[in-house]
């Protein structure tokens, strides 16, 4: 049985106009996330993935990670971080679609509800206490969690 969960974010326009992947990277690791992994390397979807979501883990450092973004954003392809949690092994898959639209897909060691059996629910909790931070000066307009067996 596969799981799929995901969060999907919506900031309000004015938020996303303001929206700087430098800063929101910042963010990210100001709040516990780390975008490089243990061995330096970064994973990410390449300049060229069109919907292909061919994952590539290389080093990079900043500025060149964020050349690469910049130019996803200006060719309108879908931006793709692997995101790990500094403190334990949980990750997750950010997605940029847009400026105002993102989805954190929980992909990386998922955090689950301890509800004994055969339960298995997302921890929506945990991720939600764990991601918003990084968004307390933007406007979100809408969160929804999902899980898909």
């Not at 990210?28 to 919907?51: A, C, H, R």
């Not at 130019?71 to 997750?92: F, H, N, P, T, Y």
Request: aromatic share 10%.
């Amino acid at each position: 049985m596969s799981i799929s969960a995901s969060i999907n974010i919506h900031l309000g326009e004015r938020s996303g106009a303001n929206l700087s992947l430098p800063d929101l990277f910042q963010s990210f690791v100001n709040e516990g996330w780390d975008y490089i992994n243990s061995n330096g390397e970064v994973t990410i979807l390449p300049l060229g993935d069109v919907d292909d979501f061919d994952w590539t883990s290389t080093v990079l450092n900043n500025d060149s990670l964020f050349d690469i973004l910049k130019r996803k954003r200006e060719q309108k392809e879908i931006i793709g971080v692997e995101l790990m949690r500094a403190d334990s092994e949980v990750g997750c898959e950010l997605l940029i679609f847009n400026r105002t639209h993102m989805m954190f897909s929980l992909t990386v060691a998922r955090k689950k509800i301890k509800a004994g059996g055969d339960i298995d629910i997302t921890d929506f909790s945990w991720y939600l206490g764990s991601i918003l931070p990084v968004f307390k000066n933007f406007q979100i307009e809408q969160i929804k969690c999902e899980q898909m067996i």
